[in-house]
């Protein structure tokens, strides 16, 4: 068990420019979740797979967010023409599955959009 | 919606002290989860609470859930100063069919003096 991984760390980029970030779950977690916290408050769901399936979008997701998750294993969030207020980190967690387990969180990728 | 309110947003107590951290959520949740998260870090799984009147214990931290008062409690004792850090409660919310998700408060930081 490796723990959560989250590339990159930081990113810091021109308002307007495209982003990408990943994210590896643990091994054999079928849950995969993403998360935005900002500075002061707490992490606000963004969305959330099951296997490759994304089965559900916040309404904070606006069309200039994308996530997949190919084959069910890592995960990508896309940010096009990015904003000032897309500065933010950003979280991703997995789960076995069920609600007993509790999500393991990676590290993040803090977003600086400039 | 599910709102949860965290008080008090900040605490700073002195070393050897006791306190409480209260976490009201709106909606019927049956389970919830407290979170601890040191600055510039992940969070880290503390507690997994799964039933009305559950009560868990690690160490100097002790939490509790009522379902029926959709209050959960994070209860100190004789505070060290390696547990300043914030806290987050995160209830679980159906949001439908098998999807689930956790909602966080805003967190508790807490500040712990020799």
């Known amino acids: 068990d490796t723990g959560v991984s989250q590339n990159p760390r930081h990113k810091i980029t021109k308002r307007g420019q495209n982003v990408t970030f990943r994210c590896d779950p643990i091994?054999?977690?079928?849950?995969l979740y993403w998360y935005r916290q900002t500075l002061g408050q707490g992490p606000e769901f963004l969305t959330y797979?099951?296997?490759?399936?994304?089965?559900?979008k916040s309404r904070l997701l606006s069309d200039r967010f994308s996530a997949e998750r190919p084959k069910g294993s890592f995960s990508t969030l896309e940010i096009q023409r990015t904003e000032q207020g897309d500065s933010a980190m950003y979280l991703c967690?997995?789960?076995?599955?069920?609600?007993?387990?509790?999500?393991?969180f990676g590290n993040g990728t803090r977003l600086t959009v400039t | 919606e599910l709102k949860v309110e965290q008080n008090p947003l900040f605490l700073s107590m002195q070393e050897g002290k006791n306190y409480t951290i209260y976490c009201n959520y709106s909606?019927?949740?049956?389970?919830l989860y407290w979170y601890r998260q040191d600055p510039g870090k992940s969070l880290e799984s503390l507690f997994v609470?799964?039933?009305?009147?559950a009560v868990k214990q690690e160490g100097r931290l002790m939490a509790s859930l009522d379902t029926k008062a959709r209050l959960s409690t994070l209860h100190i004792t004789a505070a060290v100063h390696d547990l300043s850090a914030t806290y987050f409660c995160?209830?679980?919310?159906?949001?439908?069919?098998?999807?689930?998700?956790?909602?966080f408060g805003k967190g508790t930081l807490l500040t712990v003096n020799p």
């Open positions: 797979f099951q296997n490759e399936a994304q089965l559900e």
């Open positions: 995160a209830p679980l919310l159906n949001s439908g069919g098998s999807n689930y998700k956790l909602t």
């Open positions: 609470l799964l039933s009305n009147g």
């Open positions: 967690a997995s789960t076995p599955g069920g609600v007993r387990s509790p999500l393991h």
């Open positions: 091994s054999e977690h079928n849950r």
């Open positions: 909606t019927t949740s049956d389970r």
